[in-house]
């Protein structure tokens, strides 16, 4: 949980990266998440569940590239820039 003004940076971000991965979960919920490093930078939401309730995530380039990726968008600022 990322809340409370709290900062999160991260040059890479994956939620459920490994195969067994089930129940990963991450919330931000009145922080920040913050995925940023040139062209390279990206959320990458594979086996697991992104909540935004408030606060902002910055990504250069979200990925949901599995079945088992979900992003629930319920408050907040989201910010993408598409393809690297």
């Known amino acids: 949980m ?3 003004g709290a900062l999160c940076v991260s040059t890479r971000f994956s939620i459920g990266q ?6 990963s ?12 490093n040139g062209s390279t930078a990206r959320l990458d939401i594979k086996r697991g ?3 935004l309730n ?3 995530i910055d ?5 949901l590239t599995n079945a088992l990726g979900r992003f629930e968008f ?6 993408t820039r ?3």
């Open 2 to 4: 990322i809340s409370n």
């Open 18 to 23: 490994e195969s067994s991965s089930s129940n």
């Open 25 to 36: 979960r991450v919330v931000v919920d009145g922080g920040s998440l913050t995925v940023t």
């Open 49 to 51: 569940t992104n909540v």
């Open 54 to 56: 408030a606060g902002l």
């Open 59 to 63: 990504a250069r380039v979200l990925l």
């Open 74 to 79: 319920n408050g907040g600022t989201l910010v």
């Open 82 to 84: 598409g393809p690297w």
